[in-house]
């Protein structure tokens, strides 16, 4: 028992998963891994100063759904704790959008967590993924042919999502229900092997183990964090990079310097295309990416899925969506520091000043920010969000998609444009009105700061 309260503990402290007062939701569908879960979150409570919200989901697909959910409700209301239990036609869900079982199941179920988050006021969503799921995430990925982005699997925070249980084992949580007096139920699919992922559980994990690595679960779960943060290194590269070659920009066009792109190494061609498609709403695979990459050095015309067209002519590499649409808000300006810079665009303005270090912070004033000025490089730059942009929210270790984030802060789409940002280099420095980045704020080695203050205007 401690063991794995141990590891839970050091997992909430290594990605900072919990904060005191927030409240989490925790999805309970009454299997090992989720009571173990529901059970050390409720033992780590008061020390970490946290509520909890349980959420139960029947998916209505097997005879012993009814009893699950009943089973979960029962629990939940022993131990003192508020729940939420609710079905959902996952197979008419899976008709409309022409998905698999599992897909479908999975979509609907983590949009009803982020309905009872919404009802209930949670800052944290938590799940019961575990080491053995990490591993077999691993597996089906690379089978699939994925790159990087696959491949770093899960990570333990995602957002509001969180999953303290990721480097828990299978054995270490059955262990777990047992010297805790937890009988958990049990989903017979998951013994099915038409599923691809139980085949993974249960033939080529076993098989790895037995003939290859008997750690295999510890070390695919090693790699996986490895490639999460050279994703999230390359990830900033192509942030960095795709600012630094862009020539002109708007809400359903992008021009790029095509001799820039053409200077980069191929893994950062490809990662600049990519995210140059996705801040225009697009996902690309990798074969179109290819192909788009022999246009950019060869010049001529290819359309991608969606109908974005990628031009490259003379100097520049051309990526249109069609039928361009007027009246949207779009606005870029050199921040003046020191002075004002009005945003006329979204009735707004920034002051800046240079100042020392602020002896103690304002709580709740999120229209102003202290940044270290020594991390900032000349000329800074206030431009809108457009999606595809990403930052290092204050407090997190990875990037974080800048839409997420908006998500996370229940911001309505219509305002996500009008919210103000400034750029460092290429980098977001601060969500003007939001948030601040951790790469740019105040330590005790701080001698000089830039402050910043969003004003009205007119």
Sequence with gaps: ???????????????????????????????????????????????????????????????????????????????????????????????????????????????????????????????????????????????????????KAMLPRRGRLIRPLLFVTRAEIEAYCRDNGLHPRRDFTNEDPAYRRNKIRHQLLPLLARE???????????????????????????HRALEGIIKRREEEALVLDRQGWQDLAPALQRRVLRLAAATLGRRVSFNQVEKARAVAREGGTLTWPGRLSIRARGAELHLQLPGKSAGKVSFSYQLQVPGLTPLPE?????????????????PGREDEAWLDRAKLKQPLLVRNWLPGDCFRPLGMKGTKKLQDYFIDRHLPAARRPLIPLVISEGRIAWVAGLGLAEDFKVTPATRETLHLKLEPWP
Aim: glycine residues 8%; without cysteine.
């Design 212 to 238: 290859y690595n008997p750690a295999i679960v510890a070390t695919l779960g090693r790699t996986a964090l490895i490639l999460q943060e050279d994703e999230a290194l390359l990830a900033d590269l192509a």
């Design 1 to 151: 028992m401690g063991q794995v309260l141990d590891r839970v503990r050091q997992t909430i402290q290594d990605y900072h998963l919990l904060v005191p007062g927030d409240k989490v939701v925790v999805g309970v569908s009454g299997g090992p891994d989720s009571l173990a879960l529901l059970h050390s979150l409720m033992t780590l409570q008061e020390e970490y100063g946290y509520t909890l919200q349980v959420a139960h989901l029947n998916h209505g697909l097997r005879p012993e759904a009814a009893a699950d959910a009943e089973y979960v409700r029962d629990l939940a209301t022993g131990w003192g704790l508020p729940v939420t239990v609710a079905q959902r036609d996952v197979l008419a869900y899976r008709q409309e959008h022409h998905l698999s079982i599992e897909a479908a199941a999975r979509e609907v179920r983590y949009n009803f967590f982020q309905e009872v988050a919404a009802a209930v006021g949670a800052t944290r969503i938590a799940v019961g993924h575990q080491a053995e799921d990490q591993a077999e995430t691993v597996l089906l990925n690379l089978l699939r042919g994925s790159g990087l982005t696959g491949l």
């Design 346 to 362: 979204v009735g707004k303005a920034i002051r800046a000043e240079i100042a020392p270090p602020p002896r103690a912070f304002k």
